[in-house]
């Protein structure tokens, strides 16, 4: 006889389960339709951009769980859930075909297969949720918030699959493990705990398979119905957040210009910023209702280790929490109301979603959003209301307004630079372009670069290094202000686009179309944000520069280091993915075996805590983020800590000062290492 198996056996009734699931989606389908009028308030945003490569980014993040996979454990048991959850969805409607259509093919080898398929993803189905209770019962990292709906999700999973076997094995227990056991054993799970079964009466099994059959299929539509007002809501939402993410690189952000906004309206002024929920896109609406609250975020900003008020999974829960205030709201028929205060200080009258104090912690390096398996974009959203506080409130700390007035007065951050832009050239033999001077390429030095004693090695260096190669560059000098990256990060998007225009304008004058810069910060902006106001530029970081020079043969730098690590900055790593450009350079200096790779490197690099306008600004966190992460430097034994950015010197330095006074690590840019090594 051939194997197969009836679909409702021993069930009366079986297909009035259909109504139940007509039920269910309709809720579902009700309870999504409503949030997705909730996302419809924000401000209009075009994600429908390169379909091919969105679609492509989804696959590998639903089936690949790439993103997941970076936190290996609850990586591992949540695409143990997911493939089991997967299964156990096909082989259900695999079913399901078969008794709408009325064609019997679950029959012969197929039924057998179909048999090993639903047991064994049930199986991995049990593994991963019984990895995840571990995960949150006994080991409880630090960065997990459970609440009730973590419980009732993990619960309602794991009922599901418990009550699959235990159907499973009393159909088993009653039929083919008596008449056909060759056959049961391609039910391996249901099959061995049938055998458990065997001996009990076989009334009181039929009477029990029923009640379990029926108390499964409401469990069931209980869950999908479920599916869009808790925790499951990432399935739906985080997969269409993955599918709209940001294919751009990370750290450009956009915004109108300012200049143009004021033309068309003169009360734009007071709107400059994201003040409240319905100015933001439904874009960044999609994204706070992605969240799952699973805590990686936090597990990774620097600001939250460090002691700082700031947790990127607060922020977005509480922007949540916000819109779900909103949407109470309006199911009352009371619109969007006027009281939901989006920020504010502890104390105030009307409770805010989000603290001031948590805005002004983030370091912007964008570590919350690389680790993120929803693809929530967490620093813009920051940034627009940092916007908001700076422009249109005028709240911001001391240190920020007093660094933003010296870019408004000097076009640059510093106060009261003992130093010039052309003072540290002044004994060299460079081009500069506004003594008549044309280069291939402008060697974009940046305010630290030309002002700080330490950071004015490097650019020295990089001339040596530029002249040893025989590169045609050329100099802004005084001319060269600020690109603006600071005051942009920290809000004060006015002065930004200041600094952006009166730069374009330089590079137009020259016809300056190649860059070349040392900082990541400068190149981020150059790259990435002058195009949005005609600045069309090839920019190159000094690592990438090097790293061609040394492939073209025109550098030959002697390996005299036996001991070196490299640490990413964020803005060269994370924002633009420069990884091996910076190591190759390294590597081309240091002794066979002498590099040492950082636990933390790459996309999971450490901040040094200078970003977001904190080169500038002072928090007083319980640790210092600079700090922290020397002392990861310290802890991985190099002698040499190599470094491509001049806010890491400047964040090192003083790491040094207080945690290495004798200076066993030394602290040195990459251009100098290869000047050095050229010299030898």
Same mark, same amino acid.
């Given at each position: ?8 056996? *021993? ?10 699931? $007509?039920?269910?989606?309709? !809720? ?18 075009? +994600? ?5 490569? +969105? ?6 993040? $639903? ?22 959850? !997967? ?37 991995? &189905? ?10 949150? =019962? ?18 309602? =999973? ?18 083919e493990a008596i008449s056909s056991p060759e056959v049961a054993l391609w039910s391996p799970i249901g099959y061995a705990l049938a055998l458990t079964i065997k001996g009990v009466d076989p009334g009181t099994l039929f009477a029990l398979h029923r009640w379990l059959w029926w108390f499964h299929a409401v469990t069931a539509f209980a869950f999908i119905a479920y599916f869009v007002y808790g925790k499951f809501t990432h399935v739906l939402y ?27 309206? #003169? ?7 994201? &003040? ?6 439904? @874009? ?24 700082? /008020? ?12 916000? !819109? ?27 409770? /805010?979603?989000? !603290? ?20 929530? #974009? ?16 005028? @709240?911001?700390? #001391? ?5 933003? @007035? *010296? ?20 004994? =060299? ?24 004693? +330490?950071?004015? #090695? ?44 009166? *730069? ?19 190149? *981020? ?13 090839e920019v190159i970081h000094h690592s990438e520069l090097i790293e061609e020079l040394l492939h073209d043969g025109r550098l030959a730098p002697k390996k005299n280091l036996d001991s070196v690590t490299y640490h990413d900055p964020c803005y060269l790593g994370r924002h633009n993915e420069v990884y091996e450009a910076p190591r190759t350079v390294v590597e081309s200096v240091s002794e066979e075996g002498a590099f040492v790779e950082l636990e ?8 040094? &805590? ?10 007083? /966190? ?20 190599? %470094? ?14 207080? %945690? ?12 100098? %290492? ?7």
């Amino acid at each position: 006889m051939e194997p197969t198996r009836e679909i409702f056996w *021993n069930i009366a009734f079986g297909p009035a389960i259909y109504g139940l699931a $007509v039920i269910a989606v309709g !809720l579902l389908l009700r309870g999504a339709w409503r949030r997705i009028g909730l996302w419809r308030l924000g401000a209009p945003e075009d +994600r429908s951009d390169r379909l091919g490569e +969105r679609f492509r980014g989804l696959l590998i993040e $639903v089936f690949g769980q790439r993103r997941h996979l970076r936190d290996p454990f609850p990586g591992v048991a949540h695409l143990l859930i997911f493939y089991g959850f !997967l299964g156990a969805f096909i082989a259900t409607a695999v079913i399901a075909v078969q008794e709408w259509t009325g064609v019997h093919f679950i029959a012969g080898p197929f039924y057998l297969g179909f048999s090993l398929f639903a047991d064994l993803a049930g199986g991995i &189905g049990l593994v991963g949720l019984s990895m995840a209770l571990y995960w949150r =019962l006994i080991v409880r990292p630090d960065r997990l918030h459970s609440v009730m709906d973590d419980w009732i999700a993990l619960g309602l =999973l794991f009922l599901l699959f418990v009550q699959g076997f235990a159907v499973e094995a009393i159909r088993l227990a009653l039929t083919e493990a008596i008449s056909s056991p060759e056959v049961a054993l391609w039910s391996p799970i249901g099959y061995a705990l049938a055998l458990t079964i065997k001996g009990v009466d076989p009334g009181t099994l039929f009477a029990l398979h029923r009640w379990l059959w029926w108390f499964h299929a409401v469990t069931a539509f209980a869950f999908i119905a479920y599916f869009v007002y808790g925790k499951f809501t990432h399935v739906l939402y985080g997969a269409g957040n993955i599918f709209l993410r940001n294919l751009g690189p990370m750290g450009k952000l956009s915004h109108p210009d300012i200049d143009q906004l004021l033309d068309e309206d #003169e009360e734009a002024l007071d709107r400059l910023g994201i &003040g409240e929920l319905d100015r933001f896109s439904w @874009k960044a609406l999609m994204d706070v209702d992605a969240c799952v609250n699973c805590g990686r975020c936090e597990s990774v900003c620097p600001a939250s280790i460090s002691g700082s /008020p700031l947790s990127p999974r607060k922020l977005i829960q509480d922007m949540h929490g916000h !819109l779900n205030q909103a949407a109470d709201s309006m199911r009352a028929g009371e619109g969007v109301p006027d009281g939901l205060s989006l920020m504010g200080e502890a104390g105030d009258e009307s409770p /805010p979603a989000v !603290l001031e104090a948590e805005l002004w912690g983030c370091r912007t390096c964008g570590a919350c959003m690389q680790e993120c398996p929803m693809y929530i #974009e967490h620093v813009p959203k920051i940034v627009d209301m940092r916007r908001h506080l700076v422009m249109t409130e005028s @709240k911001m700390g #001391e240190d920020a307004q007093a660094f933003l @007035k *010296n870019m408004d007065d000097r076009m640059h951050p510093f106060a009261g630079a003992s130093r010039d832009r052309e003072e540290w050239f002044e004994d =060299l033999d460079v081009k500069v372009f506004g003594r008549g001077d044309r280069a291939e390429y402008l060697f974009w030095v940046g305010c630290a670069g030309s002002m700080v004693d +330490r950071n004015i #090695e490097v650019s020295r260096s990089m001339v040596k290094v530029l002249d040893a190669a025989n590169v045609d560059f050329g100099l802004l000098g005084a001319e060269e202000v600020c690109t603006g990256d600071p005051a942009r990060r920290v809000g004060g998007e006015l002065t930004y686009q200041m600094c952006a225009k009166e *730069n374009i304008e330089s590079f137009e004058r020259y016809g300056i179309k190649k860059v070349i810069t040392t900082c990541p910060h400068c190149f *981020n902006t150059l790259k990435n944000e002058y195009s949005d106001y005609g600045g069309e530029l090839e920019v190159i970081h000094h690592s990438e520069l090097i790293e061609e020079l040394l492939h073209d043969g025109r550098l030959a730098p002697k390996k005299n280091l036996d001991s070196v690590t490299y640490h990413d900055p964020c803005y060269l790593g994370r924002h633009n993915e420069v990884y091996e450009a910076p190591r190759t350079v390294v590597e081309s200096v240091s002794e066979e075996g002498a590099f040492v790779e950082l636990e933390k490197s790459r996309s999971k690099s450490h901040c040094c &805590g200078s970003g977001g306008g904190y080169a500038w600004m002072d928090d007083k /966190p319980e640790k210092r983020i600079n700090q922290e992460r020397f002392e990861q430097i310290q802890g991985c034994g190099a002698k040499t800590a190599a %470094l491509s950015c001049p806010f890491c010197m400047q964040m090192f330095s003083d790491a040094s000062g207080a %945690l290495d006074p004798g200076g066993e690590v030394r602290v040195a840019d990459i251009a100098e %290492l290869v000047a050095e090594s050229l010299e030898a």
